[in-house]
Every structure is written in structure tokens, then in C-alpha cells.
T-cell receptor
Framework: EAGVVQSPRYKIIEKKQPVAFWCNPISGHNTLYWYLQNLGQGPELLIR????????DSQLPKDRFSAERLKGVDSTLKIQPAELGDSAVYLCASSLQSMSLEQYFGPGTRLTVT | DQQVKQNSPSLSVQEGRISILNCDYT??????FLWYKKYPAEGPTFLISISSIKDKNEDGRFTVFLNKSAKHLSLHIVPSQPGDSAVYFC????????????FGKGITLSVRP
């Protein structure tokens, strides 16, 4: 069974440029999460989807961040415009349902904003 | 405010000995506690969990202990193996409609051959 797939693995952009990250969860997993992991910190939830519905986006900075999960499968996280402080690893995870203890994480996208 | 705290950034142990990784929390409403393990360039992987109504859960070489009165949990790995070298995140799950995982900063475990 394939794991959570994320692309790109690495991205370097200049500040004020837009950037997008893509995630393909494990087949059959209804719940999808986007996390932000700053250097030396643990993952922090940005947004959680149940199928195509964003059920918790309270931690998503909506002035510059947006996300979508069309058809309840793949998801895209976008930042526009990027700031220096956005440099971090963006992790996608999925689980069978929202109350599952075990979340399956992708390898992440490491973003560097210069 | 950090609700899940891992105060030691690193731990080094000899192969075959016990590794004890500690975690403290502040929110009494957490209903589950989990440990995730992360290798470089990979995402975290689930290791073991414990319900807030239990005080111990064991899975092979891994045992998690929960002390609710002290708001403290620990992960014991025995015997430690070089392949256990990784970053270990303590996490806590809140209950309710907006249930989510809150992670600690992680601790880097190095197991010396």
C-alpha cells in the first residue's frame, strides 16, 4: 500500500512569490491534515479535512494561506505571497477517520523563502 | 503556551540499555497520549499510544507510562537498538468535535553501538 505522497519535496522561492504544495493521501482515508513544522519544533495543525470539507481551519493564516481538497482525495496548500517566516516543513497526513489515533504522515515539503 | 513539553532536546544511550524519554503536559482534558518517531527526511510514524484512563501500555520493546496526577508520561525502550536512533515526538489528543493532536518539540535519541 502506498503511503502519503507529497510534492515537491523541496522548494526554494523568493519572498512575495506564490507557492503550492500537493498531497495525495492513502487510498480510503477520509481525513486529511496539513501541518507546519518549524525547525526544532513539533508539527502544528494548519487545517483538517473530512472528505472535501474543511472542518478545522482555525490555525490557518487565512490572509495568505489557502487550501482545497477537491473530490475529497488530493489536496493543495497554497501560500500567496510567501514571507521569510514561512520557511519550514509542510507535512500532510491522513487517517481513516477523524477520531483515529494513528495519522500517517508524508515526507513533507521543505520550503525555503529567501 | 506549550501544552505538551519535552524539556530534554537529546538523549544518548548505549545499545542494549534502556532509553527513557519524558514528556509533560498541562491540559487535563487530553484523552489520549501518543508517541511518534521520525527519521531524517521522512514524516513521523506512529509508535504507541495510551488512553488517559490507563497507566501503562506495552508493545514489544516499547512501554509508555502515564502519571496523571503529575501530568507526566514516559516512553521506555528496552533494549535500545541503533535503529531506534531518531527524533521522538510526544503528542496528546484533545477530545470533542475539534479533536486534534498537539505535539511536543521532540527529543533526539542516539543509540550508540
Amino acid at each position: 500500500e502506498a503511503g502519503v505522497v507529497q510534492s515537491p519535496r523541496y522548494k526554494i522561492i523568493e519572498k512575495k512569490q506564490p507557492v503550492a504544495f500537493w498531497c495525495n493521501p492513502i487510498s480510503g482515508h477520509n481525513t486529511l491534515y496539513w501541518y507546519l513544522q518549524n525547525l526544532g519544533q513539533g508539527p502544528e495543525l494548519l487545517i483538517r479535512y473530512e472528505n472535501e470539507e474543511a472542518v478545522d481551519d482555525s490555525q490557518l493564516p487565512k490572509d495568505r494561506f489557502s487550501a482545497e481538497r477537491l473530490k475529497g482525495v488530493d489536496s493543495t496548500l497554497k501560500i500567496q505571497p510567501a514571507e521569510l517566516g514561512d520557511s519550514a516543513v509542510y507535512l500532510c497526513a491522513s487517517s481513516l477517520q477523524s477520531m483515529s489515533l494513528e495519522q500517517y504522515f508524508g515526507p513533507g515539503t521543505r520550503l525555503t523563502v529567501t | 503556551d506549550q501544552q505538551v513539553k519535552q524539556n530534554s532536546p537529546s538523549l544518548s544511550v548505549q545499545e542494549g540499555r534502556i532509553s527513557i524519554l519524558n514528556c509533560d503536559y498541562t491540559n487535563s482534558m487530553f484523552d489520549y497520549f501518543l508517541w511518534y518517531k521520525k527519521y531524517p527526511a521522512e514524516g513521523p510514524t506512529f509508535l504507541i499510544s495510551i488512553s488517559s484512563i490507563k497507566d501503562k501500555n506495552e508493545d514489544g520493546r516499547f512501554t509508555v507510562f502515564l502519571n496523571k496526577s503529575a501530568k507526566h508520561l514516559s516512553l521506555h525502550i528496552v533494549p535500545s537498538q541503533p535503529g531506534d536512533s531518531a527524533v521522538y515526538f510526544c503528542a496528546a489528543k484533545s477530545s470533542g468535535a475539534n479533536s486534534k493532536l498537539t505535539f511536543g518539540k521532540g527529543i533526539t535519541l542516539s543509540v550508540r553501538p
